[in-house]
T-cell receptor
Framework: QQKVQQSPESLSVPEGGMASFNCTSSDRNFQYFWWYRQHSGEGPKALMSIFSDGDKKEGRFTAHLNKASLHVSLHIRDSQPSDSALYFCAASEPSDNSKLIWGLGTSLVVNP | GPKVLQIPSHQIIDMGQMVTLNCDPVSNHLYFYWYKQILGQQMEFLVNFYNGKVMEKSKLFKDQFSVERPDGSYFTLKIQPTALEDSAVYFC?????????????FGSGTRLTVL
């Protein structure tokens, strides 16, 4: 069983629309969450981290964490074609060494 | 932003041969990582490395795998001998410090094909 599960598998939104991604952990040890974005042919790039319950906003991006339900979400408002990419949720194990456990990703297409 | 460079971007080798994947981490970073991504599957942690030593490795980090970073040179992942199941994209990453709150910076990956 995957410890980090993402939904939906793919998503299509119009330019200017809202894109929303979901992520759930099955391991209560995972308390630190990251959102990474990967454009085709590139490596993942960190978008946001969230470690505390509630919302965290950075520009067009808002992450939300509910530790009780182990659910984290990411919302992109005013989506742009350049936002088209794979979005990964990753969680950190409680370790002094950074070791990320990844979901399978959500493919986003923003249509002009 | 900080850049991690990986060389080569593609590598095709015959099963049983040795391969070395090279990574130039962000210059002031102290922690280095290798991750493996197979198409359609999740990215998986292989190993992390600090101060010349492997700190933690996963069960995917087989005995045929080794990592090193001789002073002033690349952080490398060596596979000897290679197997068909080693075909994947290998991503190198680095972070300034260790710990679960640290941001990892990834390279663009090396696509390894074992024939």
């Amino acid at each position: 069983q995957q410890k980090v599960q993402q939904s939906p598998e793919s998503l299509s939104v119009p330019e200017g629309g809202m894109a929303s991604f979901n992520c759930t952990s099955s391991d209560r040890n995972f308390q630190y969450f990251w959102w990474y974005r990967q454009h085709s042919g590139e490596g993942p790039k960190a978008l946001m981290s969230i470690f505390s319950d509630g919302d965290k906003k950075e520009g067009r991006f808002t992450a939300h964490l509910n530790k009780a339900s182990l659910h984290v979400s990411l919302h992109i408002r005013d989506s742009q074609p350049s936002d088209s990419a794979l979005y990964f949720c990753a969680a950190s194990e409680p370790s002094d060494n950074s070791k990320l456990i990844w979901g399978l990703g959500t493919s986003l297409v923003v249509n002009p | 932003g900080p850049k991690v460079l990986q060389i080569p971007s593609h590598q095709i080798i015959d099963m049983g041969q040795m391969v070395t994947l090279n990574c130039d981490p962000v210059s002031n970073h102290l922690y280095f990582y290798w991750y493996k991504q197979i198409l359609g599957q999740q990215m998986e942690f292989l190993v992390n490395f600090y101060n010349g030593k492997v700190m933690e490795k996963s069960k995917l980090f087989k005995d045929q795998f080794s990592v090193e970073r001789p002073d002033g040179s690349y952080f490398t992942l060596k596979i000897q001998p290679t197997a068909l199941e080693d075909s994947a994209v290998y991503f190198c990453a680095s972070s300034l410090l260790g710990g679960r709150a640290e941001t990892l910076y990834f390279g663009s990956g090396t696509r390894l094909t074992v024939l």
